[in-house]
Each structure stands twice: as structure tokens, then as C-alpha cells.
């Protein structure tokens, strides 16, 4: 059998919005689920929730290189408790894994972890804040200036993060609806980091600038038994103007989509469904799947029609429960970066 | 009188039941005489030779040599009076392959403890067989090894030879050598002959003939 | 054409259905212990590939603690903080109901090969796994486990005596919190891990290939179950030749028949093949459930075996496996097609007006008796040529093999010149008759004859090896077990108390100290010893310095077994790391008999030093009162009467390991002598019938049927004997074979060959036996011939 499938299957709550797995769209069991009107409490709510189902801290960046050459980057950590306890020791049920990835024009370099949360090889403290998975870690006396490391068998970065920004609150102060019968999770992020640091690849070090977005997500129940995929979009604009955007696919052919329009200065607006459009304009052969790496991204309450184009369009992360995340480049009625992420196209 | 036959009577078991091939024969051999048997196949005249050279048993009737009833005699005693009384010689497989000539001549009158290296030696150029004394059976014509069989059934000096058709695998000519050469020997030995044969011709150089139809002398 | 063809090809079987079942039943042994013996081995090679799978051995390099016996948990928690993957592992025994079952904690989220020793091929609910504490274990192992308070699930994929649990329920049951075992290093790291030493300079890399590995030590025995399988089916490959070579002989005249009618003779050799491989099939069936039957007999001894030799746990149950079916299947197929290619060939060259033989079968033709001849001096001198340069375990059983074959091929020439001899010597005419004959039916039964020399020679060669090896070990545990008394105390806390109560009580107290360890890259028993003149006195050395115990003693020197010696090729004068700085040369080399892996002997001070948590439990006590002090022990210590075993005890158990081990040398032995027989059997009965011409002439001049059947007797018999007498020499060279060549590279130790004269006479007395009883209802039918039958022979009618 493969354990890593299995691991990821039990965990699935992260990535398996699209996958429709059965193990979520049913029962709470006993973990607390969302409800709208959240207060949020830092930086205690930068640690973890032990007694929500799943919970991630999810790190992208685009970056550049001294030759002016584009790069990005992922570093993602998930928890997936299977029971709202804490536990101590080995039997602890907060199980978590990682995700970090470096995508350059036509590379795209993975790399996985899986750890136990009692024994002290992972964990999420508050404050000073810390998020670790062996020797990868995402640290900082506060939110706002952190540290940021991951390594591979091909690769490894090293950066550092400096907030320009506040933090920005989705859908309702929070509370992200992510369907139509109601099932929701507690949606922040911190999309205003500069970045600085070194990547360092097979060909050796490369010193990059540019910026970063930083989701911080959990809930019980996030999918409906009827979404089969998603498609998430975070992009920064030339002008200052950020649009977080996704839309779950629902098995009846149609979707859900929501989006946040985040101002300069950090102010949301919460996008209604029909505000955020996006179209397929054009499939990428990956690995013998049919991805749409390229995409017309629509919100006519904001005058946005741009094009979405993939950086790499294999950056396909081959990881236990495999899925599609890399950079893009926009062009179009707003230029800029930003990343792309798509779930369900096994 | 040599060998006397009373009523001799002899069946074969088959899937139809008892088929009989000798239905109550009388015959006598006297010292000396030579005798053919003569008729169809199938009429018993083999099956008979056999029972007169205790090689066979039979159903009912009484055989006696030289006086003494030896129908009785259990397979100890007839191998006993095969090896030291009888000379036979058959039409095929007279011979024990894994033997020289030399020692299948010998092989009957050494088991009976009455091997002489001249009478032998006599035989052998009788028959024309002294160069072939150090061969192997199977490396003879159908001739020469009728020929050890006839020095083989001789060398014992034997009262009474028994011969089941003889020439019966050989060319015309060959035959007549080989029966010459063996009628001539045997009168030598002053034994008597039964020879069993389908032939008239060589019946009739026979001093006596019977002949047999349906198990009966006709 | 086709059916009217296979109609009378067939009709030869039906009317000699005697041969056909000595056809089919041929193949059939042939198949049997073949498959038997693979199935035995492949089911003992899943057992180590779910171990191996499970421990990662052999895949994975692994991480060691250099000195103590277990890993802190937080050097695992800082090897991954550091980037390094390594997967914990959490190995230890547990005591249930009296037998010891392993327990091997590991984390899925981690471990290299992830989960899959378990599940049988099947996902394993990884949440149920984790949330609840479950052990897999398979059937026999399970019921042991089931006062452990925990699930246990049975799962036919994990070894047996071994149970597969998370690391939780195994630092659990196990009792050691905070604890691991050992690390197993992925082969892939991450860019920029530190070196190892920086984090954990008290963990010890040890590369995969020198870990234990069970599959590798125990190849030599499965070598040598194939090679005694493959002497078997050899043995019945022999019937099948001779049974196929007569069937063809005897309807030479039916092919030309064939095709005087006009069947083309590509189509009689399609129809010959044809039915010979359905001959093949339906024999090679049988062969296969024999076999399954013979492994499943058999398993339980080899699982003893292997447990006893090499320490390694094999399940003993069968499990029914397509592969079986199918190699039986083609080894069946394929001896048939070996057995068949000459007779089918002659067929193919024969003239379509060549003249029947019948007796053909029965003589050998000099140009293949010269063939044979110059083959077997080949073969003889390859042997000899292999015990003189040749090296290794296969090149070993390359010589047995070309030592068998090569006498084999020998046997009729040899058995010709000794009937010669017998002729030259009678006197009575029966006698020369008798010898005259014998010699002719030689090459009608060389064969099984053939096969009766190699089942013998396996059987003196395997017996004189076993004795050998039984008497040295006999020697070497009254040399090894000195002390009087063995005593184990209660706890490790008890042991204090234990030696102070013993110091007044005995002349000497010698304390058993040990650790598993690796020494030169081998898994090795570290011993601690306390030097007495019990060890001066009592211990005789293969090869040694000769202060060697005066090194021991004073701590600059190591003493090790042969086995150790021979595979991490040390010698007296080598030097030995004992972890970190310490380097000790080798001064002297031990027999150690019956174990399967290196073992070491320092000054216990020295040990003490290397390992200083070892607290001894076991005791050797040297006292001339042994009585007195067992008593006080148990009266006045109030020690279990349990926990101390004299001498006498000791020895016994150890004795009875080692019967246990050779167990399945036996069974094939027995097995290999009755197929033997078996072919003797069939072979004179096949003669019997065709022996009536020979016979008839014979019987006609004055020998009684009586007397016939009792110089068939007699024939088999002297031809046994004879056989026998050419098999013991043969059995001796084996032996030599077995004892130095093949018992160095299999098990590490070299022995010294003794002879059993007795052994070897009763096992004469057995092959006469045996040749009398295979030879008895043939001669019996010989002397109930009736007359007429043979009467026919010379019948014109004929």
C-alpha cells in the first residue's frame, strides 16, 4: 500500500477540495466548524486550532533573479488532526505534512514531509511565531518580519519576509463561504511581504527579490459533497490592487466562485459570486493531463479582464495527492504576478 | 518300449470356456525309433510334443518312460527329466543369448553333469560349428544356431529328442542340410526322434508317422 | 488421420498400462520433490522479504547507537530538524507465554519504505491505525499476542514470530519510553544535511548491505534444498528416460507401420510430442500436489532449521502459491522433453523400412557406452580440477555436481568389470549363466541403477557430514560448557545481590555480559568475559597467539569465532575496531559450532567500558558442590528453580537444537533413497516381462521357475551391493565436498570429517533391502509363469 496516499487521504481536508473525497463532506465528528462573525485573537490565531479538523499555513512568492529571470516559490504547512485533542507523544492525533516547491521558467523542483505533532519533528507556535516540519520552518519574533526555509533533494531557499502591509480578511471579517449549502472555514492572509534571499538550485545559488502572500485557512468541513475541484488565483497588480479569487467546480457543471478585491492599503471587498469570472482559455499536456494553464480572469466590478499565463506550465506538484500550483504572469486591463493553484485534475 | 501315452487329454482356458486340444491321445515310442507328428495348425501335434517332453501337463490320461508313470512328477522332477533324459530343440529362442556357442552347447549336459570336452568337441564338427564356438547367438545365421541347438539337445545324450519344427524358420535348402546333419547325429546317439513338422516331405524321412486332426491321431 | 494416428499410438499405453504408470509416475516423483523443495524455499524467502521489507534491511543504510543499546528519541527529533529523513524503528522481544516474539515498532509517516510489510497487498486504514493501537501479525504469531491488550490483526505477509505495530505500541509493550532502537536513512536527502557526526556523534552508520541479512546468509541452505531437489528429480528424470526409451523402442514397429500407411513422419513425432506433453501435464499435476504435500510435511523442520542455523524466523504454515503450479508444471514438461529428445530423434532417423527390435532397448550400443565413458572421465576431472583451484559455494556444488554425474556414467563400466570378474570366477554352470546374463541386463537397469548410486552417495555423503558435524559439536560443548552451574537472575537489580550471595558459596563466579553489535561491518554478540583458568583450561583455539588469554585478560586483545573470521576475513594479528578510537588486534580464533552469527571476547573490565549499562543476569558458577549450591539458591536466595540449569541440562538442550536441525536432511535423504528404489522396481519389472525369451530357453533345459526366481533374486541383490559398494567411496568424496568446501561458505565453519563404517554397512543392509523387496514380486511372478506362457516363446505362432 502506499502509506503517503493514505496519509494524504486522511488529510485530506487541504487539498482534497477537489477531490471530492468522501471523508469530508460528511460528519464533524466531534471538531468545532466555523461560524460567521469571527473575532480573531492574535497572535494567539497565528498557532494552531487543534480542534478544527485542518488547518494551513501557505506561503507563495514571485521572485527575481540579478539576469531579471522569474521565479516562484511555495511553502505550505498543513496540519490534519484525527481527533480535536492535543495529545502528547507519539500518540498525539495532530498529524502534520509540507509542501515546498521552486518553480523557474522550465523547472519545477518538489519536495514532501510528513511528521507526528506530539514528538516535537512539527508544530505552529504563536509567538514568537514558528511553523515547522523538520528542518523547513517559516519563523519570526512576529508575523510581519520572518524567516523562511525549505529544502529538497534538488533544491533549497532561504528568504526573509517583511510585511508592507496589514493583514486582509476574507469573505465576511473571515468567515469564507466556500458553497452554497454553507460549508465555510476562517480565511486570513498577508499578501504585502517583501521578500529577499537566496535560492539555491541545481546549478547553484541565485540571490532573488520580490514579493509574498501568506493564507492562513482552517475549518472542519470546508467542501460540499458535490465540488469536485478548484481554481485559486492570488494576483498582484502593477497598480497596487491585489485579487484573491477561486471557484470550486461542482459536479453539475457549474460553480462556486468567490473572491476578495484587496485595495492598496489592504482594504477587502468581499466579491459577490457572480463578480468573479474565470474562463479556461487554454490546456497544457502535464504528465498526460489536461490542465488550463491559461485563463481570462473577469471582475467587471473593478474593470479587470486579463489573461493569466503560467510561468511553467508543469509545475505540477507530484506529491502524494498530486495538484497543479505555479506562478503566472497577467496581462491584459491590469498587469502584474501572482500564483495559480488547481486541484482536480487527475 | 521307450515312452507310453495313455488317453492323454489336454484343454485351453479361453474367454469361451475350455477350448480341448488333445481329446484322449495313445502313443508309443520305442528306443531308437524315429517318429513324426504330423498335421493342420491348431491340431495339438505341438502341445502334445510339449506334454511328452514335461514341459506341459495334462488334464487326464497317463504318460510313463521306460516303464515309470511320470505324469505325477511335480516341476522339480520334470526339470529333471528335461535336463537329463530329453534333447529339445525348438523352431526359434533355443538359445541363451548372453552365451557363447561353446557354452550353450555345453549349458544342457553340464547342468545334468554330463559334459565330456570330446564329445563336445565331436559335435561341434559334426555340425561345422567349431568356428563359431567363441560367438555370440545373435551373431549366427538361422542355420548355425539351429545347429548349437541340435549339439546343445545332443550333448546330453539324451534317450528321446523332442523336435518342435526345427527347420521350420529356414530356406529349403538349409533345412534339408540342417535335418540331414541332425537325423544322422541323432542315429548315431541311438536316441529316439519326435519331430513335429506340417511338411510331408520331411515326415516321410521319418521311420514312423502319425498325424493328428482336432486333437485326435487320425 | 490426426485421431487415427493418436488411436494407435495410444493403444501401446493401453495395453501396457505398467509402463505408462511408471511414466507418469516418474515424472510425477520427479515433479514432487522438485516443487516440494521450491515451495519450501519460496515460502522461507517471503518470510525474509517481509522481514527485510519491514526492517528495511538490505534497502536502507541504518543508524545504530554506538554504545548503549537503544537511541534517545530527541537524537531521532534532532536528526530531522536537521533535514535528515530517517525513519524510526523500535525492535525488541517480548516474552509471551514462553516464546519470544519480536516486536518492531516503526512510524509509517516516515519510514523509508513506508507500510509495506503489512496489508497483504491491500491499504491499510492509516487513520484506524493510528488512532487505535494495532499489531499485524501472522496466524500462528497472532494468538501469542492476544493478552497484549492491544488489536491484533492477522496478516499472512509479516513473518513469523515477529508482530509489526506502530513505534507507540512498541515503546509500549516493550517498555522503553523515549526510545529507539535504530534509525533507517533514506536513500534520498535533502540538500545541505549536516554531517552526521555534527548531530548524533553517538549514532553508528551501518551500510545496507552489511546489516543483517537473513536472505543472504541463508542462501547457501536453500542452495543446498535445490541442489538435493534437483539429485531428486534427476533420480526420477532417470525412470521417465527409461520408461520413454523402452515405449518408443517397443513401437518402432507401429511408426513404420504409420507410415507405410502414409501418415508423414513430421506428423507422428507432433503426435508423439503431443501426447508425451500431456503425459508431461497430467504427471507434473500429480507431481505438484505431492509436492505441496511434501513442503507442507517438510516446512515445519526447515522453519527449525533456519531458526536454529541462522536464527531466522520463517513462517511454518503453507501458503498456496499460482507460481508453484506453473514451474511444476514446466519442470515436468521440460524433463519429459530432456528424458524424450533421443528416442524422438531415432525415431525421426529411423528407415521406414528398418526392422522392428525388441530387445534393442535392451543392449547398449559400445559407441554410447564409449560416449558415457569419456564423459564421465570429463566430468570426473572437472571435479577434481574444482577441489583443486576452485573457490565458493557455487563452484562448490558445480563440483558435486560434476563428482555425481561424472560417477554416474561411470557406474555401468564399473559394475561390468566386477560382473567379469564374478564370471571369470564361477565354476558351476548356473553361475556362469547367471553372471553371463547379469551382465547383459546391465544396460536395462544402469539407469535405475544409476539412480540408486547418487541416492546412496547423497546419503553417506550427508550422513558422515551430519555425524561429523554432531561429534565436533558434542566435543565442543564439553570443552565450552565448563561451569558447573548456570544461573540467571530475576531483574538486572537482583544481580548484586545474586553475586554477593554467591561469592561465599562457589570457587568462581563468571558473569555473562552481551550486546548485539556490529564488529568489521557483521552483526556480532559482544561478550564481556571475566578470565579464568575455566577458560585457559577448557578452550582449545583453531588458531591463536599464544599469550592470547594473557591479551583477553589484560584488555589488548580480541578473541572471535571462526564464523566471524572467515566472513569479515580476520585472522590472528588482524586489527578490530570496537567503535570510536578503540582498536584491538585479533589474538586467537574460536570454534563456535551451531551459531549462526559472529561473536566477540574481551576482558569484562574492557566492556565495561564500551557498554557500561550492561548489568549481568547470567552467571556461570564453577563449584565442586553443585548441589549444595543449587539448594541454597533456591532455599535461602529464594532464586526460581527455573533460573538455574546445570551442566548436564544445558548440554541436553543444546543437543537437542541441533537434532532438531538436520531434520529435514533426513526426510530428503529417506525421500531420495525411495525414489531410488522405486526406480529399481519399476525397472525389473519392466524387464520381467521382457525377459521371458531369455528365460524360456533356460527353463526348457532343466532350471525349474522356482530356481529362475530365486537367481532374479539373487541378481538384484549382488547388483545392490555392488552399487552400494561403488556408492560409499562416491558418498565419502561428498562428504569432503560438504565439509570443507560446501560448509565454510554456508555456514562459516570448517569441520572435521569422521568416518562411520557401522553407518554405511547398515545403510548397505538398507539398499539390499530395498533391492530385494523391488525385486521380489518380479521374481515371484518368474516363478508363477505358467508353463504355457513361456511355451510360447518358442511357439511358431508367435
Known sequence: ?346 | MLLQAHQLKKSFQSVDGPVPVLRGIDLSVDAGETLALTGESGSGKSTLLHILGGLDVVDSGTISLEGHDITGLDDTGRAALRRDTFGIIFQQFNLIPSLTVAANIAFQARLAGKASTDGLAHLADALGLTEQLNKYPEQLSGGQQQRVAIARALAVRPKLVLADEPTGNLDEDTAEQVLAQMLDLVADTGAALVMVTHSPTLANRMGRRLHLRQGQLA | MTAAGFHALWSHWRRNPLQLFTLVAGLALATALWSGVQAVNAEARASYGAAAATLGEGQFDQLLPAQSDTIAQADYIALRRAGWQVGPVVDGRLDADGTQIRILGIDPLTAPNGFDAVGEGQPVDLVDFLSKPTVFANADTADLLKGLGVRVIEDAGVASGMAITDVSVAQDVLSLPGQLSRLVIANQQPLGVPPLADVVPNLTRVAAQSGTDVARLTDSFHLNLTAFGLLSFAVGIFIVHGTIGLAFEQRRSMVRTLRALGMPLRRVMVLMGVELIVLALIGGGVGVVMGYLIAAALLPDVAATLKGLYGADVSGTLQLRPSWWISGLLISVAGTGVAAIGSLMQVARMPLLASARPQAWLTASSARRILHVAISGLLLAVAVALGVWGKGLVLGFVMLGALLIGAALALPLILDVALRLGQARARHVIWEWFWADTRQQLPGLSLALMALLLAMAANVGVSTMVSSFRLTFVGFLDQRLASELYVTAQTPAQSEALQAFLKPQVRVILPVLSVQTDLAGLPTDLYGARIDSTHRDNWAFLEARSDAWDSVDTGRGIIINEQLARRAGLWVGDDVSLGGSRILPVVGIYGDYGNPIGQAIVQEDLFNALHPNQIPTRFGLRTDTPDSVRKALIDDFGLPEANIIDQAGIKAFSLSIFERTFTVTGALNVLTLAVAGFAIFMSLLTLASMRVPQLAPAWALGLTRRKLGQLELTRAAILAVLTATAAIPLGLALAWVLLAVVNVEAFGWKLPMYVFPAAYAKLCGFALLAAIVAALWPALRLARTPPTDLLKVFANER
Open chain 1, 1 to 346: 500500500m502506499n502509506v503517503r496516499a493514505l496519509v494524504f487521504l486522511l488529510c485530506l481536508p487541504a487539498m482534497a477540495w477537489a477531490q471530492g473525497f468522501g471523508g469530508l463532506g460528511t460528519q464533524a465528528d466531534g471538531f468545532t466548524t466555523p461560524r460567521p462573525n469571527p473575532v480573531f485573537d492574535f497572535p494567539q490565531d497565528h498557532g494552531p486550532h487543534p480542534d478544527y479538523r485542518i488547518e494551513w499555513w501557505y506561503l507563495t512568492a514571485n521572485m527575481t533573479g540579478p539576469d531579471g529571470a522569474e521565479y516562484g516559490l511555495q511553502w505550505t504547512l498543513f496540519r490534519s488532526a484525527l481527533a480535536p485533542e492535543v495529545g502528547v507523544g507519539w500518540t498525539s492525533p495532530q498529524i502534520y505534512f509540507g509542501h515546498a516547491a521552486v518553480s523557474t521558467k522550465d523547472a519545477h523542483y518538489v519536495s514532501e514531509r510528513f511528521a507526528r505533532g506530539g514528538i516535537g519533528q512539527a508544530g505552529v507556535t504563536p509567538a514568537p511565531f514558528e511553523a515547522w516540519i523538520d528542518d523547513w520552518h517559516l519563523k519570526g519574533d512576529n508575523f510581519d518580519t520572518m524567516q523562511m526555509h525549505a529544502t529538497g533533494p534538488e533544491f533549497a531557499y532561504d528568504v526573509t519576509l517583511d510585511a508592507q502591509g496589514p493583514l486582509v480578511f476574507h469573505g465576511d471579517g473571515g468567515f469564507s463561504v466556500k458553497s452554497a449549502k454553507g460549508q465555510a472555514s476562517y480565511y486570513y492572509s498577508q499578501p504585502f511581504y517583501d521578500l529577499s534571499g537566496t535560492l539555491t538550485l541545481p546549478d547553484g545559488p541565485v540571490p532573488v527579490t520580490g514579493t509574498a502572500w501568506l493564507d492562513r485557512e482552517w475549518s472542519s468541513q470546508p467542501l460540499a459533497d458535490d465540488q469536485s475541484g478548484w481554481d485559486w488565483f492570488s494576483l498582484s497588480f502593477e497598480d497596487g490592487n491585489k485579487l484573491m479569487g477561486f471557484r470550486l467546480r461542482q459536479t453539475d457543471g457549474t460553480f462556486f466562485a468567490s473572491g476578495t478585491w484587496i485595495a492598496p492599503d489592504g482594504t477587502p471587498t468581499a466579491l459577490r459570486p457572480d463578480d468573479f469570472i474565470a474562463s479556461p482559455m487554454a490546456l497544457s499536456d502535464v504528465g498526460g493531463r489536461d490542465v488550463p494553464t491559461t485563463w481570462r480572469v473577469q471582475v467587471p466590478r473593478f474593470n479587470v479582464d486579463v489573461t493569466t499565463t503560467a510561468l511553467n506550465p508543469q509545475a505540477w506538484m507530484a506529491v502524494s495527492l498530486p495538484y497543479w500550483e505555479g506562478p503566472v504572469t497577467v496581462q491584459g486591463s491590469h498587469t502584474g504576478r501572482g500564483y495559480l493553484e488547481m486541484t482536480g485534475y487527475e
